[in-house]
């Protein structure tokens, strides 16, 4: 069972930046591939990031310009830098852990994170 713990989110203007990290635990986490994903009010929950189990391979979501995924495998830890950021990057922001290669999609992931918020103001 691997738990999974974001932070970073927070208020920031149009342009900022915000680097949300993921923390899992009670788990081997170099054995996941993890996802970031979003979920805007009265919108659909979205995939924005992947990154494989030992970082070597990423995959971005086309709306997702000037984010960054990486990872830290000794420190257990998923980042996600957003830069450029606009206010339709506001939303609920959820990292996840699947074994197996990368995907964008939110059904293959195995275990959730509680979410932290991004609101970009303009």
């Known amino acids: 069972q691997v738990q999974l713990v974001e932070s970073g989110g927070g208020l920031v203007q149009t342009g900022g930046s915000l680097r949300l990290s993921c923390a899992a635990s009670?788990?081997?986490?170099?054995?996941?591939?993890m996802g970031w994903f979003r979920h805007a009010s009265g919108k659909e929950r979205e995939f924005v990031a992947a990154?494989?189990?030992?970082?070597?391979?990423t995959y971005y979501s086309d709306s997702v310009k000037g984010f960054t995924i990486s990872r830290d495998n000794a420190k257990n830890t998923v980042y996600l830098q957003m830069n450029s950021l606009k206010p339709e990057d506001t939303a609920l922001y959820y990292c996840?852990?699947?074994?197996?290669?990368?995907?964008?999609?939110?059904?293959?992931?195995?275990?959730w994170g509680q979410g932290t918020q991004v609101t970009v103001s303009s």
């Open positions: 990154i494989s189990w030992g970082g070597g391979s």
């Open positions: 009670g788990g081997h986490f170099s054995l996941y591939s």
């Open positions: 996840a852990a699947r074994t197996g290669s990368m995907h964008t999609n939110s059904g293959k992931y195995d275990y």
